[in-house]
């Protein structure tokens, strides 16, 4: 079983930056897939990014491509989200997920963090 805890949520005016961490329990959390989502008010959760569990491969949701980066440091059992060039419509709650296999679907993932949220001012 893996417990997930999300940091580095807050307030940031529209082109800022931001950086999430997701810190796992749990000793073999180089087997887990990690992937982040966002859910904001009245809005259906969507994915964001997801990383494999070496670190070696990376998927971003069309919308954050080249704004986001996800990484992870296996040793630390943390996985980042760099957000880059924030939006308005980036304001959420953002939440990181794991599981073995590989998804970029919500219902792929069986344990998930908390929560953090983020707000993006205009």
């Known amino acids: 079983q893996v417990q997930l805890v999300e940091s580095g949520g807050g307030l940031v005016q529209a082109g800022g930056s931001l950086g999430l961490s997701c810190v796992a329990s749990?000793?073999?959390?180089?087997?887990?897939?990690v992937g982040w989502f966002r859910q904001a008010p009245g809005k259906e959760r969507e994915f964001v990014a997801a990383?494999?569990?070496?670190?070696?491969?990376?998927y971003y949701a069309a919308s954050v491509r080249g704004r986001f980066t996800i990484s992870r440091d296996n040793a630390k059992n943390t996985v980042y989200l760099q957000m880059n060039r924030l939006e308005p419509e980036d304001t959420a709650v953002y939440s990181c997920?794991?599981?073995?296999?590989?998804?970029?679907?919500?219902?792929?993932?069986?344990?998930w963090g908390q929560g953090t949220q983020i707000t993006v001012s205009s």
């Open positions: 997920a794991a599981d073995y296999r590989w998804s970029v679907e919500d219902t792929g993932y069986t344990y």
């Open positions: 990383i494999s569990g070496n670190g070696g491969y990376a």
């Open positions: 749990g000793r073999t959390f180089s087997r887990y897939v």
